[in-house]
């Protein structure tokens, strides 16, 4: 692994897969937290739109992404705040049509063949300069919102009802971290594809939280299991020529399922005493 950071790709990929892990420990600790993974899920989907959109129109497919990521992400707050009984089907239409509109103007786009697995599973090795600055500057951005609003998202996220009732503005804090989900996916789709931004967004987290006593712990945890993910992940793609973005989701799923395996063990160990 040491030797192959000599090449820049390698050196991309290893940087943009800490960049990704940073904003997945902060912003996947709030989705979990939450529990917003659907919507989550919905805005990963619905950011394929983006993509095709952007390559019809030649321009950066991130910056697309993140234009009908954010547009998604809104829609669908106002969907699960005015009709709550019906939100998860919404969501799924909007999940499906925002693939659908990539796909269309992908296949319109004039003498270009986009490469649909890429952004479906990843491409963590062809992540060019540019994304690398583009997630620097994510990062500082969901930092910031972070630290500034964190009392309030605190509180929004372990009691909405006391939140509303002393004044927190639950409805803007609400939607502006769909609008920070929409710019993490928009880096995770870089590194493990849209199909498995969810496990990437949200495991770190689950294991994270079992181990945490505060929402500030639990987000820095998150973000150093995530660079231990990606990075173990990335060093096994490497190693033995596998797709980098399914092996780092296989990592940080084989340590989930062994820390749901010892909390099960220790669970049953406690029933037998």
């Known amino acids: 692994m040491l030797a192959a950071l000599q090449f820049d790709f390698m050196q991309n990929a290893l940087l943009s897969g800490i960049l990704v892990s940073v904003a997945c ?4 600790t709030l989705v979990v937290v939450n ?7 919905g805005i990963a989907h619905a950011a394929y739109g983006g993509i095709g959109l952007a390559f019809y129109l030649g321009v950066p497919p991130s910056f697309g992404a ?3 990521s954010v547009f998604s992400s809104m829609v669908m707050g106002v969907v699960s705040l005015k009709n709550k009984e019906r939100a998860d089907t919404i969501i799924g239409v909007i999940w499906a049509i925002g693939m659908a509109i990539g796909i269309i103007l992908i296949d319109l786009t004039p003498g270009y063949n986009v490469d649909l697995m890429s952004y479906l599973f990843g491409s963590i090795l062809s992540v060019p300069d540019r994304d690398i600055w583009f997630m620097l500057f994510l990062d500082i951005l969901i930092f910031l919102l972070v630290w500034f609003f964190y009392k ?3 509180a929004m996220s372990y009691d909405e009802e006391f939140s509303f009732t002393v004044g927190i503005p639950i409805k803007f804090l609400y ?34 939280e079992k181990y945490t006593l505060s929402l500030a712990k639990m987000m820095i945890l998150s973000s150093l299991l995530g660079i ?25 799923g ?19 005493i």
């Open 25 to 28: 420990g902060i912003v996947g």
């Open 35 to 41: 529990r917003i993974v659907f919507i989550s899920g």
């Open 66 to 68: 993140a234009f009908f």
């Open 152 to 154: 309030e998202l605190l």
């Open 175 to 208: 939607f502006t971290l769909l609008g920070m989900i929409a710019l993490s996916v928009v880096m995770i789709i870089q590194v493990v594809g849209l199909i498995m931004v969810i496990a990437l967004l949200t495991i770190p987290p689950f294991i994270a």
């Open 228 to 252: 231990l993910f990606t990075t173990t992940g990335l060093w096994l793609s490497y190693t033995y020529n596998l797709t980098s973005g399914a092996t780092i989701i296989m990592v940080a």
């Open 254 to 272: 084989c340590v989930f399922f062994i820390s749901f395996g010892m909390d099960f063990f220790k669970g049953y160990l406690r029933r037998d």
